[in-house]
């Protein structure tokens, strides 16, 4: 069954970090794009970041370029989005989600989906 699962959020305070992972199964991270997404309350779903092994993309939002970082461990078939620097605007609830082969701008490209991981950030 192909899958994506996160975790990692929690609270961090301003200027903090946390990690958050996406364990894939059913799928290698090789054959598969993985997007992150994230939705504040009150706002619509909006895209953050987007790794895709086949083509070499590695997106990030603007909102995140330079504060984000994606990586993954081949072995555990996970990535990783490391985050630093947070402001309390990166309040959300963070999605993984993912598509064979390549990035896409339309969030409705990505079939399958996480359960979603609350990050909070506030003093």
């Known amino acids: 069954q192909v899958q994506v699962v996160e975790s990692g959020g929690g609270l961090a305070q301003p200027g903090g970090s946390l990690r958050l992972s996406c364990a894939a199964s059913?799928?290698?991270?090789?054959?598969?794009?993985i997007g992150w997404f994230r939705q504040a309350p009150g706002k619509d779903r909006e895209g953050v970041s987007c790794f895709s092994r086949n083509d070499g993309t590695l997106y990030y939002a603007d909102s995140v370029k330079g504060r984000f970082t994606v990586s993954r461990d081949r072995v555990k078939n996970t990535v990783y989005l490391q985050m630093n620097s947070l402001k309390p605007e990166d309040t959300a609830v963070y999605y993984c989600?993912?598509?064979?082969?390549?990035?896409?701008?339309?969030?409705?490209?990505?079939?399958?989906w996480g359960q979603g991981t609350q990050v909070t950030v506030s003093s």
């Open positions: 059913g799928f290698t991270l090789d054959s598969n794009a």
């Open positions: 989600a993912t598509r064979r082969s390549y990035c896409s701008g339309s969030q409705h490209q990505y079939a399958i």
